[in-house]
């Protein structure tokens, strides 16, 4: 998936943990942005990052998430007091500018379960 | 509210036969990319296409934006079992890699 890189891969964690989901983008991609799968349900965007600012977090929840991505070091996907709603799976991807016709490039995504 | 459609969800079919996958709204997009997703692994990109009325081809794989940039659709010719897998459209209305995905189409391609 285009260099990408995503992890874990796979996350267990029990309801009222924290959990987080590491992505480092494509070398030389600045943009980074975060999309969940839920079961039987469409990939939906989260957040879009550029190094050290948020640059559009209109889908993210309200409350328990937040999401970064430093100026070293991968973006990180926190979800804190984890639910059984939460379960899905988290996709990051990057691109290296705005434009180029939109097209990002996924990683192989993270799947959380919440127990 | 789905602002993207697309038809149909499922598509079971036998190797050797065509099919076209649709993509549909009332939203202009700037641009749409079409995604291929296996199980358990993350959308891999097949084509984005960027002007109205534009197609391009990937082998087999014939994907045309509308005129208005509205719809989209996507063509397989004499599918092959290999095929098999979740396709995806994804429009954005801006710069910027925010996309409205539609809901999929499952195509299964049987031998």
Redesign the interface.
């Known amino acids: 998936?285009?260099g990408?890189m995503?992890n874990p891969r796979h996350l267990v964690r029990r309801r009222g943990q924290e959990a987080r989901l590491r992505c480092s983008p494509m070398k030389g991609h600045s943009?980074v942005?975060w999309?969940r799968q839920l079961p039987e349900?469409?990939?939906?965007?989260m957040v879009?990052l550029q190094k050290e600012n948020i640059?559009?977090e209109?889908?993210m929840p309200k409350e328990r998430f937040s999401a970064e991505f430093p100026k070293e070091g991968p973006s990180i996907l926190r979800i804190q007091q984890v639910v059984r709603g939460d379960s899905a799976a988290y996709?990051c991807?990057s691109?290296p500018r705005?434009?180029d016709?939109?097209?990002?490039?996924?990683?192989?995504?993270s799947?959380l379960t919440v127990v | 509210t789905q602002l993207l459609e697309q038809s149909p969800q499922f598509l079971s079919i036998q190797e050797g036969e065509n099919l076209t996958v649709y993509c549909n709204s009332s939203s202009v997009f700037s641009s749409l990319q079409w995604y291929r997703q296996e199980p358990g692994e993350g959308p891999v990109l097949l084509v984005t296409v960027v002007t109205g009325g534009e197609v391009k081809k990937l082998k087999r794989l014939t994907f045309q934006f509308g005129d208005a940039r509205k719809d989209s659709s996507l063509h397989i010719t004499a599918a092959q079992p290999g095929d098999t897998g979740l396709y995806l459209c994804a429009g954005a209305r801006n710069q910027g890699g925010k996309l409205i995905f539609g809901q999929g189409t499952e195509l299964s391609v049987k031998p």
């Open positions: 998936n285009a990408v995503q943009h942005y999309y349900e469409g990939l939906k965007f879009y640059i559009d209109s889908g996709f991807a691109s705005t434009g016709g939109n097209t990002i490039y996924f990683g192989e995504g799947w």
